[in-house]
């Protein structure tokens, strides 16, 4: 099982302090900690380097946002859109093996 760095874990601890002093709403506190995780990993790119985010149009909309705050360039690509054109290109090599 991973362990989380010990900086996170304040981090984390305050989605629960934040919602219970009523700064976040519960219905919010998934947002607040995908932030939080949306930040530490733009945090790691370097800012001239080409970047991709895969996911439902939701989340990547999430991390362009976010990458435009801090000056940073994404593209974005629909998870569902990739996992069907994988899934295509699994089945022309299949094919392709057994013809």
């Known amino acids: 099982m991973p362990v989380l760095p010990s900086a996170w874990k304040p981090l984390?601890?305050?989605a629960r302090t934040r919602r219970l002093n009523?700064?976040?709403a519960t219905e919010h506190v998934h947002s607040y900690l995908s932030g939080l995780l949306i930040g530490?990993?733009?945090a790691a790119l370097e800012a001239?380097?080409?970047?991709w985010v895969v996911g439902s149009?939701?989340?990547t909309a999430r991390?362009?946002?976010?990458?435009?705050?801090v000056g940073l360039t994404l593209t974005?690509?629909?998870?569902d859109h990739c996992f069907?054109?994988?899934?295509?290109?699994?089945r022309s090599l299949i094919q392709e093996k057994i013809a």
Do not use: N, T
Request: glycine share 12%; proline share 3%; no cysteine.
């Open 57 to 59: 149009p939701a989340l």
């Open 84 to 90: 069907l054109h994988g899934l295509g290109l699994l």
């Open 48 to 51: 001239e380097r080409l970047a």
């Open 63 to 69: 991390y362009l946002q976010a990458a435009e705050i």
């Open 76 to 79: 974005a690509v629909d998870g």
């Open 40 to 42: 530490h990993e733009l």
């Open 22 to 24: 009523g700064e976040v």
């Open 12 to 14: 984390i601890f305050s």
